[in-house]
């Protein structure tokens, strides 16, 4: 699988994600086909920082943690976006994670 296929799909994937709800890196991986490539998933979702039509901000670590912070512009913008969206935010840690977790499915 060539490296820029896997990361439209990733894409297309983290476009359906719904406002107001988060999903992981590994579900996306999973959600692919390739559960061991959560990784992958994270570079991914950093080289998409330029692109507006990604929501990036709503993809986190298994354990509803910001891990991916530091690559949005300003120290507290994947923060501010998902509290825009009625995401609750403590010490980097999204509160409620399985209530706000959405299962992607492969629907590319």
Not at 5 to 32: C, D, H, M, W
Not at 51 to 73: M, T, W, Y
Request: charged share 20%; glycine share 8%; aromatic share 10%.
């Amino acid at each position: 699988m060539m490296e820029d296929n896997f990361f439209e799909n990733v894409y297309a994937i983290a476009k359906q994600i719904p406002y107001g709800r988060v999903t992981s890196y590994g579900a996306i991986a999973k959600a692919l086909g390739t559960a061991r490539s959560a990784r992958m998933v994270g570079w991914a979702m950093n080289a998409s920082h330029n692109r507006e039509d990604i929501p990036a901000h709503r993809v986190v670590n298994r354990k509803g943690i910001l891990s991916g912070k530091h690559h949005f512009q300003g120290t507290n913008l994947m923060q501010q976006l998902l509290e825009s969206e009625g995401i609750v935010v403590v010490d980097n840690q999204i509160v409620d994670f399985e209530k706000v977790f959405w299962e992607p499915e492969l629907n590319l």
